[in-house]
T-cell receptor, first 112, second 115 residues
Framework: DAGVTQSPTHLIKTRGQQVTLRCSPKSGHDTVSWYQQALGQGPQFIFQYYEEEERQRGNFPDRFSGHQFPNYSSELNVNALLLGDSALYLC???????????FGPGTRLLVL | SQQGEEDPQALSIQEGENATMNCSYKTSINNLQWYRQNSGRGLVHLILIRSNEREKHSGRLRVTLDTSKKSSSLLITASRAADTASYFCATDARAGGTSYGKLTFGQGTILTVHP
């Protein structure tokens, strides 16, 4: 049974560019959440998708957007990248209310 | 913003010793969860304790929750070198009486277990 998978594992971009990160949830899960983890910090909630709609959103600007597909996989898009967007981006999946979430290995984004 | 604060920020012990990490939070919660993270990679779910529970065990892990003090502790008994990692507490706070799995993490405790 495959766990949560994310791609790519590493990514280097320059300021002003746009990036798309991908996540496939654990089998049987229908909820996907995205988190940003800066170096030395705990993860911060970006948003959560359920039934292809954004259900909750954290304190992140509109440059951060997402999408959930009918197969429950999800994308995180970040526009107009800033140096401060450099972080580990984590995807987590769960069932329904998502009380227990399972995290993927993350995508490490470096913005130069 | 970070809801929780972990204490200590770093902990260094010898194999076989017990490790205790503490977490404090600010708002009412539905549950509190502990996660482990190795070398800045993905988070591994360790244990979940609901707001109406006071103590929970899983193998060498023991978690307590005191909702009156808004605090929790994670005890790892008989530690091993493989327990070396960062440990985070995360709270799932009430939002209109329902929980949608929006987790708020603390800054974590870095645990080093020396062989």
């Amino acid at each position: 049974d495959a766990g949560v998978t994310q791609s790519p594992t590493h990514l280097i971009k320059t300021r002003g560019q746009q990036v798309t990160l991908r996540c496939s949830p654990k089998s049987g899960h229908d909820t996907v959440s995205w988190y940003q983890q800066a170096l030395g910090q705990g993860p911060q909630f970006i948003f959560q998708y359920y039934e292809e709609e954004e259900r909750q959103r954290g304190n992140f600007p509109d440059r951060f957007s997402g999408h959930q597909f009918p197969n429950y996989s999800s994308e995180l898009n970040v526009n107009a990248l800033l140096l401060g967007d450099s972080a580990l981006y984590l995807c987590a999946s769960g069932q329904g209310s998502g009380e227990t979430q399972y995290f993927g290995p993350g995508t490490r984004l470096l913005v130069l | 913003s970070q809801q929780g604060e972990e204490d200590p920020q770093a902990l260094s012990i010898q194999e076989g010793e017990n490790a205790t990490m503490n977490c404090s939070y600010k708002t009412s919660i539905n549950n509190l969860q502990w996660y482990r993270q190795n070398s800045g990679r993905g988070l591994v779910h360790l244990i979940l304790i609901r707001s109406n529970e006071r103590e929970k065990h899983s193998g060498r892990l023991r978690v307590t929750l005191d909702t009156s003090k808004k605090s929790s502790s994670l005890l790892i008994t008989a530690s091993r070198a493989a327990d070396t990692a960062s440990y985070f507490c995360a709270t799932d706070a009430r939002a209109g009486g329902t929980s949608y799995g929006k987790l708020t993490f603390g800054q974590g405790t870095i645990l080093t277990v020396h062989p």
